[in-house]
């Protein structure tokens, strides 16, 4: 059961959460801002038990200024519907918050550049359990928290806890789920992997909330 103090804080966490989406919504730190059409900066509660992290806005994302809201965001919810989800109240967010143009990968300056915002972000929502979706979210991860990183396979479906801002918190990375749009016969190792991850959550406790 959560205190009044715990209470008073999730308030606080979600109103700097949302004066900090405003601040992202305005941001012109890198060349990204020329192309977009809306800014993604993430949705959900604060505080929140888990957090997902894709690598970037696609272009469904910059039209309607939602994360995950294409495709491979029909598919991330039925997974998180399987993992006994509820996907409001988790937080989804990505590395970048502007949409590369063509989709590209994100280059290292807008990483850079967005980086804060992303870290900021976690501060606020503190999860405990973080899952970067795919190579790239992964590697960002891994190198904020200098884990040694030699491929996405290595890591894929392990668990890393770190410390953050005095709290202890669980990386468990997992395939994005985009993957099955490019190569439908990962569908199995991409269900394995929130397989995992609801076991994860429901040993750390994070999906009775
Ligand atoms: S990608 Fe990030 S740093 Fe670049 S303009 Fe968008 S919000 Fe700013």
Not at 23 to 45: K, M, N
Not at 65 to 79: D, E, H, Q, Y
Not at 85 to 91: G, P
Request: glycine residues 8%; contains cysteine; proline residues 7%.
């Amino acid at each position: 059961m959560s205190s009044s103090n715990d209470r008073k804080r999730g308030n606080t966490d979600l109103e700097d959460l949302e004066r900090l989406a405003e601040e992202i919504a305005g941001c012109t730190h890198c060349d990204l801002h020329l192309s977009r059409t809306h800014v993604v900066s993430g949705e959900g509660p604060a505080p929140a038990a888990v957090m997902f992290i894709g690598e970037a806005p696609g272009k469904k994302e910059d039209e309607l200024g939602r994360p995950f809201v294409g495709r491979a965001g029909s598919i991330l919810t039925a997974l998180l519907a399987g993992a006994g989800i509820q996907r409001d109240q988790v937080f989804i967010t990505s590395v970048v918050k502007c949409r590369p143009p063509g989709n590209r990968d994100p280059k290292r300056e807008e990483i850079s550049a967005c980086k804060p915002f992303l870290f900021r972000q976690i501060g606020l929502v503190r999860p405990r359990v973080i899952v970067p979706m795919g190579r790239f979210a992964t590697s960002v991860m891994m190198d904020f928290f200098e884990i040694p990183f030699t491929s996405f396979s290595s890591v894929r479906r392990r668990e890393f806890p770190v410390s953050f801002q005095g709290s202890t918190l669980c990386i468990v990375p997992v395939y994005h789920p985009a993957v099955i749009t490019h190569n439908p016969t990962r569908r199995g190792d991409l269900e394995d992997d929130f397989s995992y991850l609801k076991e994860v959550l429901q040993r750390t406790g994070c999906n009775d909330e």
